[in-house]
Nanobody, 120 residues
């Protein structure tokens, strides 16, 4: 399974970016899909997660500014980020709980990370 993240970049404070993460491989089904971020020297933290049924959960720091969504037909998760702040600067990683064909359980797979830089 490969998770390909894209959409990061440099943006001014108050601007917007949209991240995408597409999963590919011998995927039978995907449970939760989520976005995490990590600043240098800090632990990776949850940004947002969405269940297979569409239920969402957000970190308090992004509530009302970020929106997570998914396209189950394309095995893709999105993160729309609005009203960006300099403190949102980090490497953003996607994660999916994937069940492969022939498997009876779900395993976590991570994307390679995409850098988001918000200038003041």
């Amino acid at each position: 399974v490969q998770l390909q993240a894209s959409g990061g970049g440099l943006v001014q404070a108050g601007g917007s970016l949209r991240l995408s993460c597409a999963a590919s491989g011998r995927i039978f089904s995907i449970n939760d899909m989520g976005w995490y971020r990590q600043e240098p020297g800090k632990q990776r933290e949850l940004v947002a997660v969405i269940t297979s049924g569409g239920k969402t959960n957000y970190a308090r720091s992004v509530l009302g500014r970020f929106t997570i969504s998914r396209d189950n037909a394309r095995n893709t998760v999105y993160l729309q980020m609005n009203s960006l702040k300099p403190e949102d600067t980090a490497v953003y990683y996607c994660k999916s709980e994937v069940r492969l064909y022939g498997s009876s359980w779900y395993s976590d797979y991570w994307g390679q990370g995409t850098l988001v830089t918000v200038s003041s």
